[in-house]
């Protein structure tokens, strides 16, 4: 949840910082009288309800001088916060606010849509230097690269995706990013109900590829707290994005990140392997039905030759079903590996991708979803710490 502070009386501005935020961040609005700033930081710190703010807007309607002034102050003693300057952007006023620790300066009249996207790059901002503050542990300063992978088309890989970064959002929040590597098809706007402004072209082409700062402003927020990179919006575009775009991609998010999940598409393509040969944790999805568990047989045995399966190993049997003529130890001993979370076929899932709404933003429980946040459960430090919990890596001999 983000904090927004604006320090305006200027109610039509006001209503339109509102609006700016509802529905697509993540977070409230909290409005003080361009008077608290005759008053020092402490005293304006003291009307302050709640947590601490991610973005302090200043203006408009306050004196320029005495909001560079805070600015200052607010740049030294809360550096995690970021500044935006409302004001007619004139050189003397960006100099003075860049000289003042000021993020962005934007006109007063500026619009809904244009507003929501400076305060998106704000709290992106605002979380990464709260991110570089933290006292960075050994082996931690990473994120975690997770892919979500299976040979074979329509298994789940999408679901699960969009379900495991929404869940690991809640432990971390604004702290993770799905990226949709199903370049050509990927669902993960419409799974998420997002309209993405840039996709993943921008992303790897151009200043973005050298800047991680440039490369979150393509980012799109979603208002659980999490962040995606879509899919480009023409298949054709995916002819001009190479494996070493998304190594360099990935690997940018993985020092920004402390989640990147990485949905893809069915098989072992180029973009696929290049995401193994980073990927911290393969997250294996499988259906019910012998096609799809030959495939991922024959997927590990190759990748295992390549040496390129990743260190955490989680598999994911999906379409669970009694009436199958299966049996999980079938599952099992067919891949030669142990199940770890079951997902049953359930008729809320199909409903839930329909609306564009992943099923553990909700409260509802059946036992998919209860498969689901055991998945989730996996990658939280605090269970994977537990001694019971530890993650089984036994073999199952066929
Ligand atoms: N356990 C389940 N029970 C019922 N329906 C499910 C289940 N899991 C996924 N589905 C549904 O199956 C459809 C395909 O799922 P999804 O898009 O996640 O598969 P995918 O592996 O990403 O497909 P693709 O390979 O085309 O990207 C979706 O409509 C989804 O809601
Ligand atoms: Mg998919």
Not at 57 to 71: C, E, R, S, T
Not at 239 to 252: E, F, G, M, S
Request: charged share 20%; glycine share 8%.
């Amino acid at each position: 949840m983000s904090r927004f502070v604006a320090i305006t009386a200027v109610r039509d501005f006001e209503g339109r910082i509102r609006q700016a935020i509802t529905g697509s961040l993540h977070g409230d609005l909290q409005t003080l009288p361009p008077t608290v700033l005759q008053t020092g930081t402490d005293e304006l710190f003291k009307q302050l309800t709640g947590a601490p703010p991610e973005v302090l807007i200043l203006g408009p309607g306050v004196n320029p001088d005495d909001a560079f002034k805070l600015a200052t102050v607010i740049d030294l003693q809360y550096p995690e916060i970021s500044l935006l300057m409302v004001a007619e952007p004139s050189t003397d006023i960006v100099l003075k606010a860049m000289h003042a620790g000021v993020r962005d300066v934007v006109a007063p009249d500026a619009e809904v849509n244009e507003l929501r996207v400076l305060l998106e790059r704000a709290c992106l901002a605002a979380a990464s230097r709260r991110r570089g503050m933290q006292p960075a542990e050994s082996g931690q300063d990473r994120g975690r690269v997770i892919a979500v992978m299976s040979p074979k088309g329509g298994v789940g890989k999408t679901t699960v995706a969009t379900n495991l970064a929404i869940g690991l959002g809640s432990l971390a929040p604004m702290s993770v990013v799905i990226v949709d590597l199903d370049l050509q098809f990927g669902d993960v706007a419409s799974g998420l109900m997002l309209e993405p402004e840039h996709s993943i072209t921008e992303a790897v082409h151009g200043s973005a590829a050298q800047d991680s700062m440039v490369l979150k402003a393509f980012l799109t927020v979603h208002p659980a707290g999490i962040y995606a990179l879509c899919a480009p919006q023409k298949p054709s575009e995916s002819d001009y994005i190479t494996a070493d775009h998304v190594t360099r991609l990935l690997n940018q998010l993985a020092t920004e990140f402390k989640y990147v999940v990485v949905d893809t598409a069915p098989g072992l393509g180029e973009h696929c392997l290049a995401t193994l040969e980073l990927a911290t944790d393969g997250v294996w999805v499988c259906g019910m039905d012998v096609p799809s568990i030959r495939g991922l047989r024959k997927c590990f045995s190759v990748l295992k030759e390549l040496q390129l399966l990743p260190q955490g190993r989680h598999t994911v049997l999906n379409f669970a079903d009694r009436k199958s003529g299966l049996s999980v130890q079938d599952v099992e001993a067919t891949i030669g590996v142990p199940i770890d979370t079951v997902i049953p076929r359930s008729r809320t899932l199909p409903y839930s991708t329909n609306r564009g709404i992943p099923v553990l933003q909700g409260t509802a429980r059946d036992s998919a979803i209860k498969g689901l946040r055991k998945l989730v459960q996996r990658f939280d430090p605090r269970m994977e710490a537990a001694p019971q919990n530890k993650l089984h890596r036994r073999v199952v001999v066929s």
